[in-house]
């Protein structure tokens, strides 16, 4: 389950931030010269979705994961800056976080 859910994070994290470019560009549109509302329209509620989909994987993960409370709520600070889930999920990975921890040993009895 732990690899299912860091795998959704990830996904979540880019989706996330796509849809950021998606909604901003229809504010471009709809505050620009055109003043075309449907970017904001069909992308608005596209990435409101996303959002809360990023906001519980990371706590799922983080719980998961065992992160600490400085670490998630970075995590989830980043869901409000455009592209800041990429970031982060990047750092994240380096940092070892969204990888499977290294398997128990198992004792060897000594003869």
């Not at 608005?44 to 993960?61: E, M, Q, R, T």
């Not at 992160?67 to 982060?88: D, E, K, Y």
Request: charged letters at 15%.
């Amino acid at each position: 389950m732990r690899r299912t859910a860091q795998k959704l994070f990830v996904v979540a994290a880019i989706a996330e931030a796509i849809s950021w470019l998606a909604l901003l560009t229809g504010m471009i549109f709809k505050y620009g010269p055109t003043e075309n509302e449907i970017g904001v329209q069909i992308f608005g509620p596209i990435h409101g979705g996303l959002f809360v989909a990023y906001v519980g994987l990371v706590l799922l993960v983080s719980r998961l994961g065992r992160w600490s409370w400085p670490v998630t709520l970075v995590a989830l600070a980043c869901a409000v800056p455009p592209l800041a889930t990429l970031g982060f999920e990047r750092w994240a990975r380096r940092r070892g976080l969204l990888s499977d921890p290294a398997p128990a040993r198992t004792p060897v009895p000594v003869a």
